[in-house]
T-cell receptor
Framework: AQKITQTQPGMFVQEKEAVTLDCTYD???????LFWYKQPSSGEMIFLIY??????QNATEGRYSLNFQKARKSANLVISASQLGDSAMYFC?????????????FGAGTRLAVHP | DTGVSQDPRHKITKRGQNVTFRCDPI?????LYWYRQTLGQGPEFLTY????????KSRLLSDRFSAERPKGSFSTLEIQRTEQGDSAMYLC??????????????FGEGSWLTVV
């Protein structure tokens, strides 16, 4: 069965510091995709970054980077230079290959608090 | 704003009443998804449409739930005879069918349902 595990219920970081949010996944499919979303208190799920299982390079999007370690089945999100506005819930998700569409399986999330 | 929009954002209803949520996806996105999110959990997949065809329904979608996408544009999610366990946020998402951006799913802000 496919599963996403986020072992950190909550994380604290000082403003301007970097923080790593952990994500491990379990799948037997050779082709899959991994996503990170940010969910502020308003509820909207904001797409941050995507990594395909065959991508050779780790994905980066501005201050976000994904530390993809395929053999360890981990896809940790690194946020550099944290800002107060980064305080939110963060969800790791895996795309289940099924006819090519994006059915996502989510982890339980990590709540990040950025302190001034 | 050309993002995914959902209406209403908040709904309080008495147990046993019917409720309907509407989702307008990003223009020209032919894929549309509904997810449900309860407090402290990540979103869970409910159903998927490609254009007007409903191609997959989760076992979470009991007989009291029905989703439609009549013309392949907006979608509705109806819950009949609501129960307190239906209290959750219902998230709609859309994605393009092809191209590199087809990997990205864009979510709306969600519709919060409280059944009293």
């Amino acid at each position: 069965a496919q599963k996403i595990t986020q072992t950190q219920p909550g994380m604290f970081v000082q403003e301007k510091e970097a923080v790593t949010l952990d994500c491990t996944y379990d799948t037997s499919d050779p082709s899959y995709g991994l996503f990170w979303y940010k969910q502020p208190s308003s509820g909207e799920m904001i797409f941050l970054i995507y990594q395909g299982s065959y991508d050779q390079q780790n994905a980066t999007e501005g201050r976000y980077s994904l530390n993809f370690q395929k053999a360890r089945k981990s896809a940790n999100l690194v946020i550099s230079a944290s800002q107060l506005g980064d305080s939110a819930m963060y969800f790791c998700a895996m795309r289940r290959p099924s006819g090519g569409y994006n059915k996502l399986i989510f982890g339980a999330g990590t709540r990040l608090a950025v302190h001034p | 704003d050309t993002g995914v929009s959902q209406d209403p954002r908040h709904k309080i209803t008495k147990r046993g009443q019917n409720v309907t949520f509407r989702c307008d996806p990003i223009s020209e996105h032919n894929r549309l998804y509904w997810y449900r999110q309860t407090l402290g959990q990540g979103p869970e997949f409910l159903t998927y449409f490609q254009n007007e065809a409903q191609l997959e329904k989760s076992r979470l979608l009991s007989d009291r739930f029905s989703a439609e996408r009549p013309k392949g544009s907006f979608s509705t999610l109806e819950i009949q005879r609501t129960e307190q366990g239906d209290s959750a946020m219902y998230l709609c998402a859309s994605s393009p069918g092809t191209g590199s951006s087809g990997n990205t799913i864009y979510f709306g802000e969600g519709s919060w349902l409280t059944v009293v």
